[in-house]
């Protein structure tokens, strides 16, 4: 098991569990969340969802030697976004790549005050294809044309400024706990409505440009330049290109 589920006065959280490999997005870890979602959403008994993990990372973005399919990762995160409970990122550590898309697909995105962030795509070769349906609507558009083209690490307060993070907080949990009462006291009609106004944007990038990005992402993730910049990273070296 890579994804630990837990119940409590109406928020089930689901516990990204393989701090091994740094939670990496892979294929089993996406089907196990993407499983565990679909129960969630089934469970009249779950008013909210929250996503964390454990170890020191939330997720290190794909797994390089088992990623799922860009289709399948592109539904996980349409799912998050189209659940019709809301779902809210709890972070305290490292995020990378594609789990910033993880983060960024969620209602409410929190994190600890030493938390930090990376667009590490650049430097393998590939770009933040398929992530940037949540995350583009989401985020302040100076911010992400710096840190998409740098892979630059950024910190919590700078994450919540640029609309990655709703908070950013040195105790988490404390942060959290009123955000979550709240939606322990709403109505499951008021929340699933609610939340359909606030996501019909980025739902709408979702089937406007889905396909293309799917597409665009493949097409990266074959070519040389990837296949050096991910054997570079495997190895523990600067790729050729380096300078």
């Known amino acids: 098991m890579t994804v630990v589920t837990a119940h409590d006065r109406g928020i089930t959280t689901l516990t990204l569990d393989a701090p091994a490999n740094r939670n990496a997005l892979s294929s089993a870890l996406v089907g196990e969340l993407a499983d565990a979602l679909t129960r969630c959403a089934d469970d009249p008994s779950v008013r909210a ?3 964390t993990h454990t170890g020191s ?13 860009p289709y399948t990762f592109v539904a996980l995160l349409r799912q998050i976004v189209a659940l019709p ?9 490292h995020v990378r790549a594609g789990g910033l898309g993880l983060v960024g697909a969620c209602d409410i995105a929190a994190a600890t005050t030493g938390s930090d962030f990376a667009f590490t795509e650049v430097r393998i070769g590939v770009a933040p294809a398929v992530i940037s349906l949540p995350l583009l609507p989401r985020m302040e558009a100076r911010a992400t044309e710096r ?22 907080a040195d105790d988490v949990d404390e942060a959290l706990a009123p955000l979550l009462d ?62």
């Open 49 to 51: 969802v929250v996503l």
């Open 57 to 69: 990372t939330f997720s290190a973005g794909a797994d390089l030697k088992a990623p799922p399919s």
């Open 85 to 93: 409970k809301p779902v809210v990122a709890r972070v305290a550590g």
């Open 147 to 168: 840190y998409y083209l740098t892979g630059e690490r950024f910190g919590a307060a700078e994450a919540a400024r640029s609309g990655l993070l709703t908070l950013a």
């Open 182 to 243: 709240g939606l322990r006291r709403a109505s499951p009609q008021g929340l699933a409505a609610s939340k359909q106004l606030v996501t019909a944007r980025v739902l709408e990038t979702f089937d406007r440009d889905a396909e293309d990005l799917v597409q665009r992402s493949a097409s990266l993730f074959a070519s040389s330049e990837a296949r050096e910049g991910m054997t570079a990273f495997l190895e523990r070296r600067d790729p050729a290109w380096a300078l």
